[in-house]
């Protein structure tokens, strides 16, 4: 094994942006165990350095050098607008020993090619806002050139914020509508029953409590005892009960289209964006 080799073991991965999603990725991996001299953060702005430096112990960078051509994988947690540049930048030292994983929305597998211009392995994922807390629905998708000991490589490393789901890239803006848009759509239901809550005479924390947990529960009933949906409603929807009345209101009010129609058109615009981030970078 070479020095390089060796080193490359040592500080195994570089974070581009201390953005959320970078800072998230940092925390997330640091939990499950990776060493604080295994992760480098490459953040232009000095106060977001410094202060993941101190909280994190980790080495930092203001700009991508040589050095990060010894991390096994490098991962861009960038806005889209910022992406160009940083794979202009990476493009002299990164190589096809390396994996590349990108958080970047909207931002190809073939335009992430077309800027390093040579054969690297890339993974083009979508978290969503959960992984700040470790618990993000995370896409992933990877070009031809990513092996399967790379792709485990980085299903692992996206675990570090959450739960990974295998997609083709052909199905990213359908993800980007449902599990990236979706938690709007969830926060807008919690705070409209949260509201109804009032209506009916309760107290404004004492109804959020209630609906918070009540989401919660119903989502952890369904993934831990594997129960589908419409069975779990059967569960609550009692003949000529309180449930299958209000389930009556919802179906009155287009509750399934509107929701259906909020992650269709959350995924279209998905599909205008990449072809304009494509276009303008």
């Known amino acids: 094994m070479t020095g390089k080799e060796r080193r490359m073991d040592i500080l195994r991965i570089a974070v581009i942006g201390g953005g959320n999603m970078g800072k998230a990725m940092i925390e997330g991996l640091l939990n499950r165990g990776h060493s604080s001299e295994e992760i480098l953060l490459v953040e232009i702005l000095p106060n977001v350095r410094e202060e993941l430096e101190k909280a994190y112990c980790i080495s930092t960078a203001e700009t991508i050098e040589g050095a990060i051509s010894a991390y096994a994988i490098i991962l861009i947690a960038v806005k889209p607008q910022d992406v160009k540049k940083i794979l202009v930048a990476l493009a002299e030292h990164v190589s096809e020993r390396q994996l590349l994983i990108s958080v970047a929305a909207g931002i190809s597998l073939a335009y992430m090619e077309k800027q390093l ?11 969503n806002l959960a992984a700040r807390i470790g618990k993000a629905a995370v896409a992933i998708c990877p070009n031809a050139h ?48 949260a509201d109804a809550g009032v209506l009916v005479g309760l107290s404004r924390s004492k109804a959020m409590e209630l609906v918070i947990q009540t989401l919660f529960g119903a989502a952890s009933l369904l993934k831990e005892c594997n129960i589908p949906p419409e069975v779990a409603k059967e569960m609550v ?5 309180t449930a299958i009345e209000g389930v009556l209101k919802l179906e009155k009010g287009g509750f399934r289209a509107s929701i259906m129609e909020a992650v269709r058109a959350a995924a279209e615009k998905s599909s205008m964006m990449e072809k304009k981030y494509s276009d303008y970078l």
């Open 117 to 127: 211009k040579k054969a690297v392995p890339i993974v083009r994922t979508m978290p």
């Open 146 to 193: 990513v092996s399967k000991t790379q792709l485990k490589k980085a299903w692992s490393v996206m675990e570090a914020i959450g739960s990974v789901t295998l997609i083709e890239e052909k199905q990213m803006d359908a993800v980007t509508g449902l599990s990236g848009s979706g938690p709007a759509f969830v926060f807008m239901l919690i705070e409209a029953l």
């Open 237 to 241: 929807t009692s003949p000529g009960g």
